[in-house]
């Protein structure tokens, strides 16, 4: 059985304190229709940038309580479905992303979706890439906002969160309450002016649960890699972090030391940017799973 949840059970924070929209039993599979990370204000051409309520950007479908997870424990969400709208949105303008300096005004372009393909323009389209930028966790003691990033997830907007990948999540409260949205239907890495190709949709999640795996931060695995990703008030601060936790995560499961883990980053590993534009940075440091293997890593 398939459990579902609306698009109208949906939050704007991830919190504590937050009403389980459904509860679930680990090992189910949950699907959760999503709004656009404009709450789908933005429908034709002629919408205005200018008329959107910015109080209702970034919605999150859920949250959902997984029954038995407790502080100490991680989610372990695969993504086994993406299915996304027609058209995306995307929107840029004075003082957003990273040239927002360079901009006067809010500048928006409705894009269809045709044939595998998001439309920009008559010259160019982008093969479409579904991936989710919000999935996340509440966090121990605060609400924080689903544009923000953090150790419980949130607005990663990490372009590896996408159909097959597997998300662990720290469980920091009683139950983890579950949320995920801000679909894309394609996005670049840096995601640079504040927006990718944003899409509602609908997201198919099989959520296990890891006893006593204790993360410091969110985690992605595919076929060929495991990634760690970190958020940060800087980019800099944001690599770091990411890089130290890998090296961590390595040195205890396989016994090698710092230098050679390390080295072993530097010669076959990868730090990529996730995002740029959100209150907290987002990187990631990625080593290909054959890599591990050699030396025996399991993460549980």
Known sequence: MIHFVSKEDHIFKFSPKGSPALTVNPGTSIRLETMDCFSNQI?????????????????ATGPVYITGARKGDSLKVKVEEI????????????DLGVLGHKLEGLHSRVLPIKEGKVIFDHKTAFEVAPMIGVIGVAPEDKEINCGTPGVHG???D????????????????EGGLLAAGDLHAVMGDGEVCVSG???????????????????????????????????????DEAVAGSV??????????????????VMILSAGGRVSISQVVDP????RCEIPKWILDNYGFSLY
Request: hydrophobic letters at 45%.
């Open 244 to 261: 130290e936790i890998m090296e961590e995560l390595i040195g205890a499961r396989t016994g090698l030391s710092t230098a050679d883990i």
């Open 197 to 235: 190709a944003e899409v509602a949709g609908e997201v198919q999640l099989n959520v296990a649960l890891v006893k006593d795996l204790e993360l410091p931060t969110p985690l992605v695995e595919n076929e060929q890699l495991l990634a760690v990703i970190y958020s940060d008030e800087s980019l």
């Open 154 to 156: 949130g607005n990663m």
């Open 43 to 59: 429908r034709k051409p002629e919408d205005r940038m200018e008329e959107v309520d910015w109080d209702k950007i970034n919605p």
């Open 83 to 94: 299915k996304i709208d027609d058209q995306a949105v995307m929107l840029t303008g004075k």
């Open 280 to 283: 907290l940075k987002t990187a």
């Open 158 to 173: 990490t372009s590896l969160i996408r159909e097959n990948a597997v998300v662990y999540l720290p469980v920091w409260v």
